[in-house]
């Protein structure tokens, strides 16, 4: 039921806020590969940013097939953590393989998803809930900024991939190719994934006509 208000397009009026959701516990999902040099840094911002929400969190981390000390310093992060679960998966599937067994073990109401290579702030994270919040169904973070990504090779084929799933999905985003994204639980639980089509939730999403938004990112 949960799947049947507000509008497809980004924008589009959310559904009335929900009372007193401070007890709805958040999961986390990020995927890894071959990211031993990132994985503690980024862990200690991501456990800094979700101490501060105040709500119940769990964090997931998928290990996609690495060949590094990945998975042995997620172990190790573990020891120390209860709200830190871990996937290891035995090949190296791809990011929506990983984004999928992250979600399908999430036991929250809210699950944000979102890149552990430290291209995402995980200080975000209260904006996208503040959304969630409002009554929007699904969130979808954009980059205001690609000042470091070349322009013939990087934006501009973003620009163009961005503009064609907006004309033919009438969801109105910037940017679909993003992972930090969040949902309500019933929205990407409803919604399959496979290949590489983590890029196209919003478009899959707006068949169930969801209310889908979206805001800056660092």
């Known amino acids: 039921a949960g799947m049947e208000h507000g509008s497809a397009k980004a924008g589009a009026r959310p559904s009335p806020a929900r009372p007193d959701l401070s007890a709805e516990q958040v999961s986390i999902v990020v995927p890894f590969y071959n990211e031993d040099a990132l994985i503690e840094p980024f862990y200690t911002r991501l456990k800094e940013a979700v101490e501060r929400l105040g709500r119940p969190y769990e964090i997931i ?72 919040d409002e009554g929007w169904d699904l969130v979808s973070g954009y980059r205001s900024e690609r000042a470091g990504d070349p322009w013939l ?13 907006a004309r033919f999905s009438g969801v109105k985003l910037r940017d679909f190719g993003t992972t930090f994204k969040a949902y309500r639980r019933d929205v990407i639980k409803n919604v399959p994934l496979y290949g590489d089509f983590h890029r196209f939730v919003p478009a899959l999403a707006s068949v169930y006509k969801i209310a889908i938004t979206e805001l800056p990112i660092k």
Do not use: Y
């Open 61 to 132: 981390f998928v290990d996609d097939g690495s060949r590094d000390r990945t998975f042995e310093l997620m172990e190790r992060l573990k020891v120390d953590d209860p709200t830190l679960r871990l996937v290891k998966l035995r090949w190296n599937f791809g990011q929506t393989a990983a984004l999928t067994a992250g979600c399908e073990l999430a036991e929250g109401e809210v699950i944000v998803t979102m890149d552990g290579d430290l291209q995402h702030d995980p200080a975000d994270l209260p904006q996208f809930l503040a959304k969630i």
């Open 153 to 165: 090779t990087r934006r501009l084929p973003s620009a163009v991939a961005n503009w064609l799933m």
